[in-house]
């Protein structure tokens, strides 16, 4: 079993090694076998998000370039092409031309859950892409209203009323955490698919569904405040910013579910612009600013090499398709 929250030390290790390898070649890198150009940004480098401003996958898009654009010399505009869980705004990265341009930041959900319940045409795949690096991680925590008389995963046991449970969205680890966990404890439910977590949040503070699964960051300002009620998160270990809070695992269930985000460009993008950008995206990992963001959005890096990133959310879709497969879980519906 892979543990993701254990590899962030080394990954982080691995990345400053990198970046300070990179530095000591005296700045721009043009090594690298891809015959790319050597002159590489003249204009500005797009980003785009497969979600509404606003979220945390635009955040991090924003404050990823807002780094970059600074060791790179160029703007970089952050586009947002919302729709289908980012399937849009991933196919449309993934044709555009390979030239270091045109950048995503991809949610590993869109390639591990997504396939799980939308038709093999409409699926994305981790091999059409250049991963350029790992970004961070965002866990997932189940809320519910106080109103709801819940504050345990027995207490959702032994309730003697049909809870409601909202969502992210179809093809999402909100989805996919929450319909584990009600498979595995075998309760009669009914779940509300929403088109983000935001949505879900504010339905589940004015109690028209009971309980939601949302990332952290969307529900954490309502668990301070007291509006709802933590149940439990879904990373392996216990997230820093939530540690009274169980973790899935240390309740007996096989729920291994996070969000990852990582830097993306279409396949065939030239070596040494692979290279440029990911020295980029390490120069910001490293400064104040960018630090500061991940503690202010609960975030907890995972700035590993892109191959390292496409072997594991491989790995995870293999996973979940398993877990799916074995709790007879539809996520089309």
Known sequence: ?????????????????????????????????????????????????????????????????????????????????????????????????????????????????????????????????????????????????????????????????????????????????????????????KEVPFDSGAPAVTATLGNQVNISTVQLGEAKPHIDAGKLVPIMVFSEERNKFLKDVPTATEEGYDIPVSQYRAVVAPKGTPDTVVEKLDKSFKATFETDAYKEFNEKNLLTPTEIPGDEIAAEWSDLADRYKKLVDEYDIDLSD
């Open 1 to 189: 079993m892979q543990n993701f929250s254990k590899r962030v030390v080394g990954p982080l290790a691995l990345g400053s090694v990198v970046a300070l390898a990179l530095s000591g070649c005296g700045g721009n890198v043009a090594a690298g076998g891809g015959g790319g150009d050597e002159d590489f940004p003249t204009k500005e480098v797009s980003i785009t998000v497969g979600a509404a401003a606003g979220g945390s996958t635009d955040l991090i898009a924003r404050a990823l370039a807002d780094g970059a654009s600074s060791d790179l010399g160029q703007a970089m505009p952050v586009i947002n092409k919302p729709g289908a869980n980012g399937t849009l705004a991933a196919k449309e990265v993934q044709s555009a031309k390979a030239d270091g341009y045109n950048l995503a930041t991809l949610n590993a959900s869109l390639i591990t859950i997504t396939p799980l319940a939308v038709g093999e045409d409409e699926a994305v795949s981790i091999d059409d892409f250049e991963v350029i690096t790992g970004v961070s991680q965002d866990d997932y925590v189940m809320v519910a209203n106080p109103d709801a008389g819940v504050k345990t995963v027995d207490d959702i046991k032994k309730s003697d009323k049909k809870l409601s449970f909202g969502t992210a969205g179809v093809g999402t680890g909100s989805q996919l955490a929450q319909s584990l966990l009600l498979a595995q404890i075998d309760t009669d439910f």
